[in-house]
T-cell receptor
Framework: ETGVTQTPRHLVMGMTNKKSLKCEQH?????MYWYKQSAKKPLELMFV???????ENNSVPSRFSPECPNSSHLFLHLHTLQPEDSALYLC??????????FGPGTRLTVL | GQQVMQIPQYQHVQEGEDFTTYCNSS?????IQWYKQRPGGHPVFLIQ?????EVKKQKRLTFQFGEAKKNSSLHITATQTTDVGTYFC???????????FGTGTRLLVSP
């Protein structure tokens, strides 16, 4: 499946680093999402963008900063993360309330 | 907020045995979706149920939506090793165009 791509697939960063995760969808969808998936918790919705406007920020710490420059691209900027932020970060897209299509995820490790 | 619980959290079966996971919501759902996530993979959409009491089948998988639209189930007949993974139900929150994912049921199938 190449409908939703994410880069990088793996990322190791120190707590003082700044990095960005990228998501791109080629499905013509108008909504994009960031999820966090860790071993101890189910899928946690972080942000929702609809038509390039952020419509949901699920009490996410400010060290995570999303950006949606257009309907096909979504970024998650990371800075001064904590070890407990280590997780699989999944991007998804959909047509409004339709099925969500997930990218392969970025496995993030914070040292 | 809306919560979606799944039971069991984990089940280990012998190949050929049946398997069922249950999804329960505290509120009436407009629809429910099911996703499967293989180990090391990302969630992949399986099916959507909309009508009260609806039953849908995909080969050995049977999906059911409760009459009160507060619960759903996924039943796998004669499991195979390829069924291994985590199965998530997800309820649509139409107000915010987002899915609320259940806690997931991890299935392990031994040959």
């Amino acid at each position: 499946e190449t409908g939703v791509t994410q880069t990088p697939r793996h990322l190791v960063m120190g707590m003082t680093n700044k990095k960005s995760l990228k998501c791109e969808q080629h499905l013509g969808h108008n909504a994009m999402y960031w999820y966090k998936q860790s071993a101890k918790k189910p899928l946690e919705l972080m942000f929702v963008y609809s038509l390039e406007e952020r419509v949901e920020n699920n009490s996410v710490p400010s060290r995570f900063s999303p950006e949606c420059p257009n309907s096909s691209h979504l970024f998650l900027h990371l800075h001064t993360l904590q070890p407990e932020d280590s997780a699989l970060y999944l991007c998804a897209s959909s047509r409004r309330t339709d099925t969500q299509y997930f990218g392969p995820g970025t496995r993030l490790t914070v040292l | 907020g809306q919560q979606v619980m799944q039971i069991p959290q984990y089940q280990h079966v012998q190949e050929g045995e049946d398997f069922t996971t249950y999804c329960n919501s505290s509120t009436t759902l407009s629809n429910i979706q099911w996703y499967k996530q293989r180990p090391g993979g990302h969630p992949v959409f399986l099916i959507q149920l909309v009508k009260s009491g609806e039953v849908k089948k995909q080969k050995r998988l049977t999906f059911q939506f409760g009459e009160a639209k507060k619960n759903s189930s996924l039943h796998i007949t004669a499991t195979q090793t390829t069924d291994v993974g985590t199965y998530f139900c997800a309820a649509l929150n139409t107000g915010f165009q987002k899915l609320v994912f259940g806690t997931g049921t991890r299935l392990l199938v031994s040959p």
